[in-house]
């Protein structure tokens, strides 16, 4: 029998290109708004060209590198925050004021004091970020259940296996959450890094359409790199999420 | 030989055990009996060394096994992990042995929420005696479970601390328990809590 839930994702995917023909076709100028369809013919200019796959590996890199730093200290700085309390009085000011930092100042200033380069890019990627995990993980590791930290300590489990087996599980939902949430803002921040100072990258690309005024090559790029942000959603992150909590449906 | 002197212990500026006193030869099991509230639970976990802020020594040993008032499994790995991972020697075989002790036989790769509260006590159990122990602490391990599996559950604790012979300290409030378990019965009372001379 068909299961219609599996569906609901395509049809809700209808929806939005049923929108969007419906604006476009509102709108009646393909400068503002092109049609879908009309996408298609500088996708494979760009394809073919290899600019498209080119400035996406640029930006695909510097997520990657963005998103494993901001988890990793994001990660560690949250679990200390969260069982310290003498770190948290010390550092919550910290986080406070990065948690309200604009993205663009951090972007700016990383520009200014390391340089057009790529470490600078994705340290202000990273520091963006990081303020955001840290946040979350802090309060997974403030409901780390006593008991099985008693459990642990009794039973002299190492601080390795402690890690692995009895605290990680537990924050696992935590991590999933700042992960997703992560990996969709630490993009959007890359792109506005590449729009503002790299010679690569989407962010780059969709700064040189927009003072071209293309609409269709900026819709291109963002809407090839919505499709690897969903493939990575659905091949890595939902899988791994079902893994990691298949002990609740058993 | 445990030796077990808390001469105070306080929280929050107000004293709850005052001058407790005792020792556990091997092979012995000591019953700690009491009301409600009157901090035994907290004697456990000061001689596990759980609670580290009292005044006063407690001689143990390294090799110490608790059985908690919940059963304390890692839900997220079968039973068999939940052996395996907790102590860092033991082997697959050795858990499995294990887990057929304690009636577990056919369980090893289910989860504890797939296991009913009498078997994850069991499992608890197996946790406790699967590697050997010098210091055995009980904190009420037979609690919310039906008459029956008080019963099953007691013979089979006798049985295996008669096989291993640790030092045994465990928290009771139903004296048949301490009866059937204990060599020797201990009573706090008071306020700050004492030991009944």
Request: aromatic share 8%.
């Amino acid at each position: 029998m068909l299961d219609l839930s599996r569906l609901t994702p395509l049809v809700s995917i209808a929806g939005f290109f049923g929108v969007w023909i419906l604006a476009a076709a509102f709108s009646d100028d393909p400068q503002i708004l092109p049609q879908p369809w009309l996408l298609l013919d500088p996708l494979r200019q760009e394809l073919a060209s290899g600019e498209l796959l080119f400035h996406l590996g640029a930006t695909v890199r510097r997520v990657l590198w963005a998103f494993c730093l901001a988890m990793s200290m994001g990660l560690a700085l949250g679990l200390m925050m969260g069982r310290q309390r003498w770190l948290n009085r010390l550092l919550d000011p910290w986080l406070v004021i990065f948690l309200n930092l604009p993205a663009l100042v951090l972007i700016v200033l990383c520009y200014l004091w390391i340089g057009l380069n790529e470490t600078a890019a994705i340290v202000a990627v990273t520091l963006n970020k990081i303020p955001n995990v840290a946040t979350v993980i802090r309060e997974g590791a403030r409901a780390l259940d006593p008991q099985l930290t008693a459990m642990a300590q009794v039973y002299r489990m190492s601080p390795v296996r402690r890690l692995r087996h009895v605290i990680l599980p537990q924050l696992a939902p935590f991590i999933t959450a700042s992960a997703r949430s992560g990996i969709a803002v630490i993009w959007k921040i890359v792109l506005v890094v590449e729009f503002l100072g790299r010679s690569s990258g989407v962010g780059f690309q969709i700064h040189l359409y927009f003072q071209l005024f293309d609409v269709a090559m900026v819709l291109v790029y963002a809407l090839s790199f919505i499709c690897i942000m969903l493939l990575v959603e659905w091949l890595l992150l939902q899988p791994l999420e079902r893994h990691s909590q298949r002990w609740r449906s058993a | 030989m445990i030796h077990i002197c808390i001469t105070s212990k306080s929280f929050d500026g107000k004293e709850i055990l005052r001058n407790i006193r005792f020792e556990i030869a091997a092979g012995e099991t000591v019953a700690l009996l009491g009301p409600s509230g009157i901090g035994k639970s907290t004697v456990l976990r000061i001689v596990a060394g759980l609670d580290p802020e009292y005044v006063g020594h407690i001689i143990r040993p390294e090799a110490i096994s608790y059985i908690f008032q919940e059963p304390t499994l890692l839900p997220w790995r079968n039973a068999l992990d939940n052996l395996r991972l907790v102590h860092s020697g033991v082997s697959r075989e050795r858990a499995r042995q294990m887990l057929e002790r304690v009636g577990l036989g056919g369980k090893a790769s289910a989860f504890p929420t797939q296991l009913s509260l009498g078997q994850q006590r069991r499992l608890a159990l197996a946790r406790a005696f699967v590697v050997p122990c010098e210091l055995l602490i009980m904190d009420e391990p037979f609690t919310s479970l039906d008459a029956a599996w008080v019963d099953d559950m007691m013979g089979l604790t006798r049985d295996l601390i008669s096989e291993t012979r640790p030092a045994t300290l465990m928290v009771t409030h139903a004296r048949q328990e301490a009866d059937v378990l204990a060599d020797r019965l201990l009573e706090l009372s008071g306020t700050p809590a004492t030991l009944e001379a």
